[in-house]
């Protein structure tokens, strides 16, 4: 037997990571929202529907499963027959004072160490241990680009140019993870941009802001570089992979000038499911950043992460041509520029993703050359 599950996760204003976890309604364990899967939906789809059914969220589901557990499903008879449930990444944006199953369940947030030990399926309690939502500071780029460099001493690693010279000549450790925050932050934004609405505008807003903010950082970025006396192939490893995380927040912001600047107000499931890709690439990318600083240690960790959005820019590439296709059938003849605005979009997005791809490789080739 084959079930959908979401993993929702938000960030509080005090800046804490909670996931949610509801009552099943048989037991009363602590479970994910969870279902069947539903004929004419597809899969992350499917478990959006239980998310607001079990528990009243409204959010940004990745269509690409994170991971599955199993266990044994209780029938009414008394037996159980075992069940397989895939787990898609789920950033709630609402809860919803109403919904079907609210007299039926209890919710409760949790930080993602409690939730593991909450649950009973051991495969669960690992995706939830090893989850990290990355945590979003709005003065943490701010504080990152005028801080003074620390003079933390740190111990000396196999990575000698990358653990041991730069947190004492540069702050790039610190830079990385503030750009990784601006990422996940208009990534997010950009999700809730695609979803329509009367806030269109200041989700395009905060996209605008977090771009620039990223800006300042990877001139922050450069000007230590120079700065710094490492070698040639040093300098070009910390560029690369500032450069790609730069690339990904500027195909963003050039998605919202589009959106804005040709007042389009609705758009396609298709373009909606390359947004969830791109909200879980910020989001792997973050929890990412801060494992630089160990990389022999990390290494294990930062291939898993890497290899999942490599994965995921694969089946953005399968949902961009399938848009498409879909796009310039309802469009292509009835509205040419309806259909020239469409493509537009859906080619910022593949260069988002694409952007993101880039990332993982540079991080891949750090671990290989270094770790």
């Not at 959005?309 to 296709?325: N, S, T």
């Not at 605005?341 to 080739?365: C, M, P, W």
Request: charged share 25%.
């Amino acid at each position: 037997m084959r079930q959908i599950a979401v993993l929702p996760y938000r960030t509080t204003p005090a800046g804490l990571i909670e996931v949610m976890l509801i009552t099943s309604r048989d037991t009363g364990r602590w479970v994910l929202p969870k279902g069947n899967r539903i004929k004419g939906l597809r899969s992350h789809e499917a478990a959006s529907q239980e998310a607001y059914e079990e528990a009243g969220l409204v959010g940004i589901a990745c269509p690409y499963a994170i991971g599955s557990y199993d266990y044994r499903k209780q029938r009414r008879n008394g037996t159980s027959r075992p069940a397989t449930v895939d787990i898609f990444p789920f950033s709630v944006t609402t809860q919803l004072d109403e919904w079907p199953e609210k007299d039926e369940r209890q919710t409760r947030w949790f930080m993602p160490a409690d939730a593991a030990a909450a649950v009973d399926e051991p495969d669960l309690k690992l995706i939830l241990a090893q989850f990290t939502p990355p945590v979003w500071n709005p003065g943490l780029a701010e504080r990152v680009v005028s801080a003074t460099r620390r003079h933390t001493a740190e111990r000396f690693t196999i990575v000698r140019w990358f653990q041991a010279l730069l947190p004492k000549q540069g702050r790039f450790f610190e830079q990385f993870e503030a750009h990784a925050a601006l990422n996940v932050a208009a990534a997010d934004a950009l999700g809730r941009l695609l979803q329509g609405g009367p806030d269109m505008p200041a989700h395009s807003q905060e996209i605008f802001d977090r771009e620039n903010d990223a800006d300042d950082i990877i001139r922050d970025v450069l000007v230590d570089v120079r700065k710094t006396l490492i070698t040639p192939f040093d300098r070009t490893a910390i560029t690369s992979l500032i450069g790609s995380m730069d690339d990904a927040i500027d195909q963003m912001n050039q998605t919202a000038k589009a959106i804005m600047l040709y007042e389009v107000k609705e758009f396609e499931p298709h373009m909606r499911d390359m947004a969830g890709i791109i909200v879980e690439a910020a989001r792997i990318t973050a929890d990412a950043m801060p494992l630089l600083r160990d990389l022999g240690r990390n290494s294990g960790r930062l291939h898993s992460l890497t290899e999942r959005i490599v994965r995921l820019e694969g089946h953005a590439d399968e949902i961009h041509a399938l848009g498409l296709k879909v796009l310039f059938k309802a469009k292509g003849e009835k509205s040419p520029m309806a259909f020239i605005i469409g493509r537009e979009i859906y080619s910022h997005l593949e260069k988002i993703t694409d952007a993101f791809e880039d990332v993982a490789n540079e991080i891949q080739g750090l671990v290989l050359d270094h770790a």
